[in-house]
């Protein structure tokens, strides 16, 4: 099945299409969740296959994304631990995030928002759940960006009907100035806030996060992760505020990389739909 006639199945049987890339998608999410728990560590992907934290192989059939949770109730069959509702959720989040891409997207955006997609949910999962965001996936989100600019012109918008090369070499450019926009944006931030705190602000992870935006964004979407993510941080940490000036309580480290990574997602699906509103709220 060639891209046209994926196209028309797409157009005439919306609902089976759904069912089918929402369960890639889980199936996705499942592997995801292996990332997650062990790249933080230091440990392999791939092998051993998946266990439980008792040591005893999960069976095939508990290992169903989303069913395999429901089925053991969140307990494990073997020693009855408690599952952590994450692993469901991940893989129901990746399910929905892949169908929505191939509803609101091309067919070949989709295909790379759901690599895009991917990365961005590894790297926001290993900051909520250790704090720490392994090299590996952040420094793939920023080469792999590159690549499909220069293999899919149409990531940035480049979908003119003059020379193929000249599509390239304006996709491409747009990549290298989303990196550098949002490796120098984020640098400069970090350095004068570190200074201003007399700590270190950011991390190294969150410049390398809004570069890989950046590369599959352009600059614009670099900004928009960066500022956008830092208003979707304090909405979520708006509880928290409110709660000092109740009973005080210890200060807890908030992740970034998940907030910065729901405002590049929102930029991937509708970045121009959001320039243009912006423009139209300071029009009127």
């Keep these: 099945m060639n891209l046209i006639d994926f196209q028309i199945f797409m157009a005439l049987h919306p609902s089976i299409t759904a069912v089918f890339i929402g369960a890639i998608g889980a199936c996705v999410g499942s592997f995801l969740n292996v990332c997650v728990h062990r790249l933080p560590k230091g440990e392999s992907i791939i092998s051993p296959p998946s266990h439980c934290a008792c040591g005893q192989k999960i069976p095939v059939w508990f290992n169903i994304p989303l069913f395999g949770w429901l089925l053991l109730r969140g307990r494990a069959k073997c020693c009855g631990a408690k599952i952590s509702v994450q692993y469901p959720l991940v893989e129901l989040i990746t399910a929905l995030f892949f169908v929505t891409a191939f509803i609101v997207l091309s067919p070949v955006k989709a295909a790379i928002g759901c690599v895009f997609l991917s990365l961005l949910i590894i790297l926001a999962g290993c900051d909520m759940q250790d704090m720490l965001v392994p090299d590996a996936p952040n420094f793939l989100l ?83 992760c960066l500022f956008g993510g830092s208003v979707i941080g304090v909405i979520i940490k708006l509880p928290s505020v409110l709660a000092l000036f109740g009973p005080k309580k210890e200060s807890e480290s908030v992740p970034f990389v998940p907030s910065m990574a729901i405002a590049a997602a929102l930029w991937f699906f509708r970045g121009p739909e959001l320039v243009t509103a912006w423009h139209g709220w300071l029009n009127s």
């Design 142 to 224: 920023v080469g792999l960006g590159l690549f499909f600019s220069i293999v899919a012109p149409s990531l940035h918008g480049e979908t003119t009907s003059g020379p193929e090369i000249i599509n390239r070499i304006n996709s491409v450019t747009d990549s290298l100035v989303g990196i550098a926009v949002g490796t120098a944006l984020v640098w400069w931030i970090r350095t004068i806030a570190s200074v201003i705190m007399g700590q270190e602000a950011m991390g190294e992870a969150d410049i390398i996060l809004c570069a890989g935006v950046g590369a599959f964004c352009g600059w614009q979407g670099a900004l928009f």
